[in-house]
């Protein structure tokens, strides 16, 4: 069935450094790869998207790569700060599901003072 | 800004008991969503629910669940006899018709049952 697989499931980094998370997808005709920042106790927030005719979007701190062909998708966070600590989810649309969103398994960043 | 709203925040059960989670969505959102999320594991999709009918459905959602939209403005899930393993957290989310798979979620309903 679809899947979708993101690393590392923890990064640690200092305040000021970048942060990069990446997620692999099964099905080739996926068009939608949302990312959700999971604060705790709290329910995702979506923080940027891509769709399949974008190699990349940009937005302040925070970036996405697509390589189609590679099949993965990352989220770049730059100049991090304390209060980008939370769970991370990419998350995917497959054929046949337009609305239907496949999520990664999560990544827990935190961000040291 | 319009968010998605959900109730109870939290809410305990015996096992086998019947349970309501209740959601308002966004007001000028037409497709609706119900997501699990079992602790420490990532989200999955239950139902999404349009035009007052079931649109998709996963594996996950048996014939113990079953969603609603009683007014104009509420959205349901029901899990008719809770089983140990619908422990989890249940999140609601929308969309605007136009924007398929941005969705906008709740902040959840923790179901814990015993």
């Known amino acids: 069935g679809e899947n979708v697989e993101q690393h590392p499931s923890t990064l640690s980094v200092q305040e000021g450094d970048s942060a990069v998370i990446k997620c692999t997808y099964s099905d080739s005709a996926s068009n939608y790869f949302p990312w959700y920042k999971q604060e705790l106790g709290k329910g995702p927030q979506l923080i940027i998207d891509?769709?399949?005719?974008?190699g990349e979007k940009k937005d302040q701190r925070i970036a996405v790569t697509l390589n189609k062909t590679a099949k993965h998708f990352s989220l770049h966070i730059t100049e991090t700060q304390p209060e980008d600590s939370a769970v991370y989810f990419c998350a995917a649309t497959f054929s046949g599901s337009a609305r239907q969103l496949t999520f990664g398994s999560g990544t827990q960043l935190t961000v040291l003072p | 800004e319009p968010e998605v709203t959900q109730t109870p925040s939290h809410q305990v059960t015996q096992m086998g008991q019947e349970v309501i989670l209740r959601c308002v969505p966004i007001s000028n959102h037409l497709y609706f969503y119900w997501y699990r999320q079992i602790l420490g594991q990532k989200v999955e999709f239950l139902v999404s629910?349009?035009?007052?009918?079931?649109?998709?459905k996963s594996e996950i959602f048996d014939d113990q669940f079953s969603v609603e939209r009683p007014d104009g403005s509420n959205f349901t899930l029901k899990i008719r006899s809770t089983k140990l393993e619908d422990s989890a957290m249940y999140f609601c989310?929308?969309?605007?018709?136009?924007?398929?798979?941005?969705?906008?979620f709740g902040e959840g309903s923790r179901l814990t049952v015993l």
């Open positions: 989310a929308s969309t605007r018709l136009q924007s398929p798979g941005e969705l906008f």
């Open positions: 891509i769709r399949s005719n974008v």
């Open positions: 629910f349009y035009n007052n009918e079931i649109s998709e």
